[in-house]
Nanobody
Framework: QVQLVESGGGLVQAGGSLRLSCAAS????????MGWFRQAPGKEREFVAG????????VYATSVKGRFTISRDNAKNTVYLQMNSLKPEDTAVYYC????????????????WGQGTQVTVSS
């Protein structure tokens, strides 16, 4: 069974940075495509970033490209999301996700979700 546990959310001022972490259980993490989604109040959940199993391939939503960086450490079964130059519109619950197949810049089917971590950016 796969479990995804996010951490690192919090309150930050606009222009600041946060790093989210997602610790994954399961022996197949190193071969899994992983990603991050977010959901703001009253809005649908949207794709943020994805990373291939080796870390060589990454994709981003247009809204975060150039500000966010996704990475992974397969030895620690962990995927990260470094968020810089945060804006109030980045406020959302951020979810770690394991893909069923691949993620594109528009997202993709998800096999497993984490419970989410709140990120709040004040203006």
């Amino acid at each position: 069974q796969v479990q995804l546990v996010e951490s690192g959310g919090g309150l930050v001022q606009a222009g600041g940075s946060l790093r989210l972490s997602c610790a994954a259980s399961g022996r197949t993490f190193s071969t899994a495509v992983m990603g991050w989604f977010r959901q703001a109040p009253g809005k649908e959940r949207e794709f943020v970033a994805g990373i291939g199993w080796s870390g060589d391939r990454t994709v981003y939503a247009t809204s975060v490209k150039g500000r966010f960086t996704i990475s992974r450490d397969n030895a620690k079964n962990t995927v990260y999301l470094q968020m810089n130059s945060l804006k109030p519109e980045d406020t959302a619950v951020y979810y770690c996700a394991r893909a069923m197949g691949q993620f594109t810049s528009r997202g993709g089917a998800v096999a497993y979700w984490g419970q989410g971590t709140q990120v709040t950016v004040s203006s």
